[in-house]
C-alpha cells in the first residue's frame, strides 16, 4: 500500500491550494481517508476526514468553511482543497487511510494504519 501526497508549496495569506493523495494496493472507496498536519515539537493534527463507502465528510473546526475533503473513485486519489489560507495552516499535510476504524475514531491519528510521506504547505503573511 502506497499513499503519494502532492500539491504542497508555499502560497499568501488568503491565497488557495489543492492537496492530492494517489493511492495504490488500495481502492479508497472501501476506505475511510483523512488529512492531517504537523508542526514541529506537536502531534499529528486532525482536518479533514471522508468516511469509506457513505462518503460522509468531518472537519476539524478551524478549517469548517474553508477545506474540503473529496474523493474520485475512478482516479483513487482523494483532494484537500484549501482557501482562505492562513499562517497557522503551515505545517506537513499527510494523508491517511484505513479499512476498518469505526466512525467515533475517524479523527484519531492513531486509528490510520497507512500513511503518506506529507507535502510541505507555507502560509507567507
Known amino acids: 500500500v502506497q499513499l503519494v501526497e502532492s500539491g504542497g508549496g508555499l502560497v499568501q495569506t488568503g491565497g488557495s491550494l489543492r492537496l492530492s493523495c494517489a493511492a495504490s494496493g488500495i481502492t479508497f472507496s472501501a476506505y475511510s481517508a483523512a488529512w492531517f498536519r504537523q508542526v514541529p515539537g506537536k502531534e499529528h493534527e486532525f482536518v479533514a476526514a471522508?468516511?469509506?463507502?457513505?462518503?460522509?465528510?468531518y472537519y476539524a473546526d478551524s478549517v469548517k468553511g474553508r477545506f474540503a475533503i473529496s474523493r474520485d473513485s475512478a482516479k483513487n486519489t482523494v483532494y484537500l482543497q484549501m482557501n482562505s489560507l492562513k499562517p497557522e495552516n503551515t505545517a506537513v499535510y499527510y494523508c491517511?487511510?484505513?479499512?476498518?476504524?469505526?466512525?467515533?475514531?475517524?479523527?484519531?491519528?492513531?486509528?490510520?494504519?497507512?500513511w503518506g510521506q506529507g507535502t510541505q504547505v507555507t502560509v507567507s503573511s
Open positions: 471522508i468516511f469509506r463507502s457513505a462518503g460522509n465528510t
Open positions: 491517511a487511510a484505513d479499512r476498518s476504524l469505526i466512525l467515533s475514531s475517524i479523527r484519531r491519528a492513531g486509528s490510520y494504519d497507512y
